[in-house]
């Protein structure tokens, strides 16, 4: 079965970094499409990046020029590099495989407070 096994999140000040990581099995991870997703208290899930097998990338306009999305396919692996961090993304970040979401991880919690 597949299984999304996101980890890093934690409690970070404003402008801080954070790497999450989501470590994949039970499908082609090489072909897949994967994805980060976030929920934040109170509001619906909302897309923040994709990457394609060929590793072109999709990002939310909020999320640009400050998230990186990557993968390792030797290490069925995705990260989510996440610089310059805001109030804002404080949330439950969830993995995804599929385009738009099929299969999510269990989620890891951002908090970016001071």
């Known amino acids: 079965q597949v299984q999304l096994v996101e980890s890093g999140g934690g409690l970070v000040q404003p402008g801080g970094s954070l790497r999450l990581s989501c470590a994949a099995s039970g499908f082609i991870f090489r072909i897949a499409v994967m994805g980060w997703y976030r929920q934040a208290p109170g509001k619906q899930r909302e897309f923040v990046a994709h990457?394609?097998?060929?590793?072109?990338?999709n990002y939310a306009d909020s999320v640009k020029g400050r998230f990186t999305i990557s993968r390792d396919n030797a290490k069925n692996t995705v990260y989510l590099q996440m610089n310059s961090l805001k109030p804002e993304d404080t949330a439950v970040y969830y993995c995804t495989r599929g385009r738009g979401g099929v299969n999510w991880g269990q989620g890891t919690q951002v908090t970016v407070s001071s």
């Open positions: 990457m394609f097998s060929d590793s072109s990338t």
